[in-house]
């Protein structure tokens, strides 16, 4: 349960078309309800809330962020390995770290959880030095990635469909080269390579549905070559997570991880641009701890 600790709410208003700052009162209801103290910050960008974090830490309160993965990932990052627990009432359009952890989407219920405050430490990614939470993608995702983060239009789940398709329409296959803890390297041609510290990406695809996020490693998921009829059919397979069960699809597990490949890539996560290739991805293990269900993580639905 709650200790009176203090709790700074941290608030991205542009996350999720401005979902963020729409959720604020209800927020603020739900916190005064249940007697829990809080400030607010409203972010004018990623570097302001990560010092408002560091800050909010360093006077002895507690972050809760609301907002999207891009922010989420970015104050997790920065909290990483400081000893620091973090809050999350999900507040951006995918929401896919506070998903596949069990936190609800409704402000309550994320109010309920940060007045029981359960607790669970997580492992964070690391990508040519820059900290992510979720998933980092290279190759087709990474595009879409960018080009969902650019569509201001849209919101939910269709900004990512529009991205997809725009995507598949120019695509080209590309060459990529994995190096798995500096002893196994193989090659391929096709789609994508995604690095998975936690299970989905995308607004709810379980691109990686057996990852975990305290077991040390990532799941390395890699997207062969096949017609672009055949891959868009196989993107519902995706939000169920058995497209792993096709030939073109392979998994391994890895701590670290090198990716290079025939053109050049950025590599996004947690809805970020964060490194360009060639990448090293490590984990570092259970480095954070959030305040979370502390059961199974959630899979992909049934």
């Not at 570097?47 to 006077?59: L, Q, S, V, Y």
């Not at 964070?124 to 290279?138: D, K, Q, T, Y």
């Not at 060639?278 to 199974?296: E, M, Q, S």
């Amino acid at each position: 349960m709650s200790d009176g600790q203090r709790h700074l709410l941290i608030v991205n208003p542009s996350s999720g078309a401005g979902r963020g700052a729409e959720l604020l009162p209800e927020v603020e209801r739900q916190m005064r309800a249940r007697r829990l103290e809080f400030g607010i910050v409203v972010t004018v960008s990623l570097e302001h809330g990560i010092r408002e974090a560091r800050g909010a830490t360093e006077r002895g309160e507690l972050p809760v962020v609301i907002s999207g993965d891009g922010l989420i990932g970015q104050i997790g990052g920065a909290l990483a390995g400081t000893g620091a627990t973090m809050g999350i009432v999900p507040g951006g359009r995918g929401n896919d770290f506070a998903r596949v952890l069990g936190i609800s989407d409704q402000p309550a219920e994320a109010v309920a959880l940060l007045a029981q405050r359960p607790t669970r430490k997580v492992d964070v990614g690391e990508v040519n030095g820059r900290r992510f939470l979720g998933i980092a993608s290279i190759g087709f995702e990474s595009i879409a990635n960018r080009i969902a983060n650019e569509t201001d239009r849209l919101g939910g789940e269709l900004v990512y469909l529009y991205a997809g398709l725009r995507t598949l329409a120019r695509w080209k296959a590309a060459r990529f080269t994995i190096t798995l803890d500096r002893e196994r390297t193989f090659s391929y041609a096709g789609y994508s390579v995604q690095v998975a510290n936690s299970r989905a990406f995308g607004g709810g695809f379980f691109i990686a549905p057996e990852a975990e996020l305290d077991d040390g490693l990532f799941d390395v998921v890699s997207v062969g070559h096949s017609g672009k009829l055949r891959f868009l059919a196989g993107m519902p397979k995706a939000r169920k997570g058995t497209h792993i069960q096709e030939e073109r699809v392979k998994v391994v597990r890895a701590a670290d991880v090198k990716v290079t490949a025939d053109r050049k890539f950025a590599v996004y996560a947690d809805g970020e641009h964060l490194a360009d290739l060639p990448a090293r991805l490590k984990v570092l293990v259970g480095a954070l701890t959030v305040i979370a269900p502390d059961g199974d993580l959630v899979g992909p639905p049934d």
